[in-house]
């Protein structure tokens, strides 16, 4: 059995993780998360993708009673999220990475609301993120997301893995299914949107913990975020979404152009350039220091 109570559970929670050596600490800290909301049947599947889990926490993950373990052979989080929707026979669903962790009653606050609004797709809540041991709000723009959802989308992205619980007769399988390698929530919010009404929760549920191997602003990052917005064009969404889908896509360009123009003149040019540039941005850091040293205190 994998149900956090003797109650038939409405919800399950999908937890996707390599199950490597180094994640056990963080992804037992989130099966604890659910286990101990104690007001709220779950059921919890695990979904161990790829080849580089670790056998004795594998084994570990097997032989416990309050989680079902599956196993997708390919190293993918969004297959593993799919593989575990798939698997899914409650009519409600939701999601957790092996790093996060769920708050305290959030489970049955999110359902609740799911009850009480029958016309709403899914339910997104707000959150922290702790980054270098400084916590902030996530999703600070949630609220007014409920009035403008598009608009606020391009201010920053209020749909996190862990901020949604989705009701499964609106929201299935399908909708996960062939999303994007990166950026795939950035994809999904304005797919999901798109098929119909949603719900905010006021009150924070989750905790993300940002790690220092987050994908930065890299080429890579920006062609690929290039590719989601080219994919977003193609949903049925209003004009007015369109429109600035299609200028972060001529910015997401820009950057791809930028960085592919500045790495073809650093590796091109002379020794004396490389080292010029570089001076030049030891300079400007340096200006940035002393700068910010002249700054008055504030009161």
């Not at 064009?233 to 007015?240: H, K, Q, S, T, V």
């Amino acid at each position: 059995m994998s149900i956090t109570t003797d109650q038939t559970p409405e919800l399950t929670v999908i937890i996707p993780t390599l199950a490597d050596e180094k994640r056990k600490g963080t992804l037992i800290r989130a099966i604890n998360s659910i286990t101990q909301q104690t007001d709220c049947p779950v059921k919890i599947i695990i979904v161990v993708n790829g080849q580089r889990f670790d056998q004795t926490l594998l084994k570990t993950l097997t032989t416990r009673s309050d989680v079902e373990v599956l196993q997708e052979p390919k190293a993918s989080a969004k297959l593993a999220r799919y593989r575990g929707i798939v698997n899914t026979e409650t009519p409600y669903y939701s999601f957790l990475d092996d790093d996060d962790e769920l708050l305290e009653h959030s489970n049955k606050t999110r359902l609740e609301i799911l009850k009480k609004n029958p016309n709403c797709a899914f339910v997104a809540s707000g959150g922290y993120r702790i980054e270098a041991g400084i916590k902030k709000p996530s999703a600070p723009n949630l609220l007014r997301a409920t009035k403008e959802p598009y608009k606020e989308l391009t201010t920053n992205n209020w749909l996190t893995s862990c901020g949604c619980v989705f009701r499964a007769s609106m929201i299935p399988s399908d909708v996960f299914k062939d999303l994007p390698d990166y950026h795939e929530w950035t994809y999904l919010a304005y797919k999901l949107i798109s098929r119909g009404s949603f719900c905010i929760s006021d009150r924070p549920c989750y905790i993300i913990h940002e790690s220092a191997s987050s994908l930065s602003k890299t080429l890579e990052y920006s062609i690929a975020h290039a590719d989601v917005f080219r994919r977003v064009l193609r949903l049925d969404i209003p004009a007015n979404a369109k429109k600035s889908v299609k200028q972060r896509l001529s910015m997401a360009e820009h950057d791809i152009a930028s960085t592919l123009l500045n790495s073809w003149l650093y590796l091109s040019s002379p020794i004396s350039f490389r080292a010029a540039h570089k001076d030049r941005k030891s300079t400007r850091l340096n200006s940035s220091h002393s700068a910010k040293s002249r700054m008055p205190s504030s009161a």
